[in-house]
């Protein structure tokens, strides 16, 4: 069974359109977390949610708004999809915040024409 | 401030031992990890430690942390050419658990 699972794999979109990415974890941890990583592979972080509840947000524009209908999923949002927006973004999910071990989703690849 | 290093590239010959280094800033670092990225995939643990340990072992990879100079290595001994990937360091910083990644290592193996 996958740990960390997000979907789609893939995304290729148009300028200005919204999309949707989402993740799933099934090993019962109660943080997750968003990191984008760039063309140069460079990666940060740009959400961590514990319980449901905000707890990193990472100077990411508002364009961007993370969604935790549950402690299992954490959602990512993107209004108004701009080029610099392509990267591989990638989910991930620890037990607790700092001491714990964090587990990497397989990442969603998105490309904005 | 949040920062760590690492160098871009790295290539060794199979059978050899690769050591890939890593400096970062924040002394208050509780966990420092490695993880390995092959291409077009996502990101694995291969390994972690504690920041009151100097030395960890796990199989062939070895963890070495010299707090004193913030620098963190991982040694890769008799490396295979399934070994050729992306190496990142990262740091736990002590902020809601946010992880600062190096800009990650490309490990190349020649046959």
């Known amino acids: 069974d996958t740990a960390v699972s997000q979907t789609p794999k893939y995304l290729v979109t148009q300028m200005g359109n919204d999309k949707s990415i989402k993740c799933e974890q099934n090993?019962?941890?109660?943080?997750m977390y968003w990191y984008k990583q760039d063309s140069k592979k460079f990666l940060k972080i740009m959400f961590s949610?514990?319980?449901?509840?905000?707890?990193i947000n990472e100077t990411v524009p508002n364009r961007f708004s993370p969604k935790s209908p549950d402690k299992a999923h954490l959602n990512l949002h993107i209004n108004s999809l701009e080029l610099g927006d392509s990267a591989v973004y990638f989910c991930?999910?620890?037990?607790?915040?700092?001491?714990?071990?964090?587990?990497f989703g397989p990442g969603t690849r998105l490309t904005v024409l | 401030g949040e920062d760590v290093e690492q160098s871009l590239f790295l290539s060794v010959r199979e059978g050899d031992s690769s050591v890939i280094n890593c400096t970062y800033t924040?002394?208050?670092?509780?966990?420092l990890y490695w993880y390995k990225q092959e291409p077009g995939a996502g990101l694995q643990l291969l390994t972690y430690?504690?920041?009151?340990?100097d030395m960890k072992q796990d199989q062939r990879l070895t963890v070495l942390l010299n707090k004193k100079d913030k620098h963190l290595s991982l040694r890769i001994a008799d490396t295979q050419t399934g070994d050729s990937a992306i190496y990142f360091c990262?740091?736990?910083?002590?902020?809601?658990?946010?992880?600062?990644f190096g800009q990650g290592t490309e490990l190349s193996v020649k046959p």
């Open positions: 991930a999910s620890s037990q607790e915040t700092i001491t714990d071990t964090q587990y």
């Open positions: 090993l019962g941890h109660d943080t």
């Open positions: 949610y514990n319980n449901k509840e905000l707890i």
């Open positions: 924040d002394s208050s670092s509780t966990y």
């Open positions: 430690i504690f920041s009151n340990m």
């Open positions: 990262a740091e736990a910083y002590n902020q809601g658990g946010k992880l600062i």
